[in-house]
């Protein structure tokens, strides 16, 4: 048998605070993650929002210690997938691929290269599929792929999702139910999801599976905890102006502090490791609105990271996808018949649908570039000389 590797992806963060504008840059630089009419546009704008949104995002990081710890926990929860396939006699390579920072995906490719790496099992560490992260990393290596002919030799498969694993959906429920016996009436805690949101527009027109499968897994996670608690699902992490999906996660903070409930554990959902979302905006931002709302205890159930019952799930997951039958880039991509990603793969001219929603997207730029000019004093007029 040849030789063997996973590719293990993610988003990667900012080791350092230096690097928070150029990660920032190149997150916004990516069409997954903002829909622009024009590819001309994407990389004034990514630079144009990278510049203005690196001071808060730095001041972010700041309080979880000047970086993300995305790197070191992802590169931790890589050597615990080898040893776990070594303990299954499995002989394998486990590679980080990182889709806005180091080490990127193209590092990762270069070692799979050096190693010549016969068999791959592509593994994104997102559970459930978004076009804004697992989709936009497929895409990626579409184009890898597509750049290096020498690729092709490479026999390999890729998991578009997993959120359904029984391995997994165990240990978050290790992980909840050891945080309600914290509490002094662990039946009464109420079990707050906390997902990551993505704009209404990525589920609704562009047909994401993102909050089905999110729905999806918080029924499981429930049904596998098997305890009789109240339960809530809302959708942290908003940026910019448009509709991301709802009920955003403070507001339903905000509503269950109305209606009397004391005590709270929430669960990051949509990310399997701890990151600035959860060390800063869930226990930072959140728990401070929540308290002042009225909640008493506000508990924070870890995430995963090398947990031991997740890391042999992952593990299974990956020598069972050897065996089964082996999905392509392009398959992944699309794994329903309705998802478009980005770009429309044909413009047509006239009034039709796609003009109007690009006449319309064009329109809330112009408002965008005018508040930010309002705001600030300072945005994409002065950047490019009109003001
Ligand atoms: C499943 C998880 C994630 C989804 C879905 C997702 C969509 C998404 N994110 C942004 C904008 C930003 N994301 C940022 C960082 C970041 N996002 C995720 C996960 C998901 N994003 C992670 C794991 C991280 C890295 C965190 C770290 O520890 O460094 C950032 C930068 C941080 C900040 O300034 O707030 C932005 C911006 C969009 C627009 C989007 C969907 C379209
Ligand atoms: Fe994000
Ligand atoms: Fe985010």
Redesign the pocket.
Known sequence: MGRFGVLLL?????DQLED?RP??FN??SDP???RLPFPWLQRPLAWLISTT?AQ??QE??RQIGGG???RRITEEQAQALQAQLQNKGHEANVYVGMRYWHPYTEEAIARIKRDHVERLVILPL?P?F?I??SGSSFRLLEQIWHEDPSLAQIDYTAIPSWYDRPGYLQAMADLIATELDRFPEPDKVHVFFS?????VS?VEEAGDP?QREIEGCVALIMQTLNRPNPHVLAYQ?R??PVEWLQPYTDDALKELAEQGVKDLAVVPI??V?E???T?QEIDMEYRELAEEAGIENFHRVPALNTHPGFIDDLANLVVEALDAPHLKLAQVMHPEKQVKMYPPERWEWGMTISAEVWNGRLAMLGILAVLLELFMGRGPLHAIGLL
Do not use: D
């Open positions: 993610n988003l990667g963060g900012p928070v990660f920032l997150l916004f997954e993650i903002i949104r808060k995002s972010n990081y993300s710890p995305l997102y459930h978004s804004s992260t997902a990551h949101g993505v704009p990525y993102y992490s940026v910019g949509s990310f490791s990151h600035i979302e060390l």
